[in-house]
């Protein structure tokens, strides 16, 4: 895929490039808002990673820039750990996710697979497994240990999500910003009952005891030998 970095900050840049690059994609850096908003606007990508503070065009301008010349491009935004009201606002705007700084890179590219996949950007044949479980991205199919499984669309996005994070513990917060949204009308304890939703369902294969809850931080995907 072809991926266009705005991000100001060298290091950064490069270290999401390298990565970006070592995951197959290609790669284009801008340093600066308005630089990446001509490339943006102008050429032909299947991601923008956008970081908000940015010089000359700050991230919210370039969201607005972009939507307004109905250039529908996923944006994955870049924010600091305590902006909130930045994440909300770049959401409502036109960003469709974002990470926090700083970030873990394996849940960047989580992310970046995720929106490529959602927009239709990557081999629809793509597998995703761990142990059993194993899940055929092209038509949501669940198996256990070979046994098909029922699930409803968000039971399927949880599991999703949990299988791309496997053997990382997610927070209920993260898990509620992926799947409901920051505007979700729904409160976090969702989160909570659709996992022992989806237990529920992974009994019928001996497999519910793969969800562990990490008391006080949210819930990780292990099993253990």
Not at 31 to 49: Q, T
Not at 62 to 76: A, H
Not at 179 to 184: C, P, R
């Amino acid at each position: 895929m072809n991926l266009l970095i705005v991000e100001d900050d060298i290091g950064i840049s490069y270290t999401i490039a390298r990565v970006m690059q070592d995951e197959g994609h290609k790669v284009t850096e801008c340093h600066n808002g308005e630089e990446g908003l001509h490339h943006a606007l102008y050429g032909e990508f299947d991601l923008i990673i956008l970081d908000i503070m940015l010089p000359k065009v700050d991230g919210f301008t370039f969201i607005q820039e972009m939507r307004k010349q109905r250039v529908d491009t996923p944006i994955l935004c870049l924010t600091a750990k305590d902006g909130l009201n930045d994440r909300v606002k770049g959401l409502t705007i036109g960003a469709d996710d974002y990470v926090v700084k700083p970030f873990e890179i394996p849940e960047l590219i989580v992310r970046v697979k995720v929106l490529l996949r959602r927009y239709g950007n990557v081999n629809q044949e793509e597998q995703i497994s761990y142990g059993p479980i194993a899940i055929q991205v092209r038509n949501r199919t669940i198996t256990v240990t070979g046994e098909e499984l029922t699930l409803t669309e968000k039971e399927y996005e949880l599991l999703e999500y949990l299988l791309m994070n496997k053997e990382q513990i997610v927070t209920k917060e993260q898990i509620y910003n992926r799947i409901w949204g920051l505007d979700s009308e729904a409160g976090i304890g969702i989160v909570e009952l659709y996992v022992h939703y989806l237990r529920k369902k992974l009994s019928s294969c001996h497999a519910d005891q793969y969800i562990q809850t990490v008391r006080g931080l949210g819930y990780i995907l292990r099993i253990n030998e």
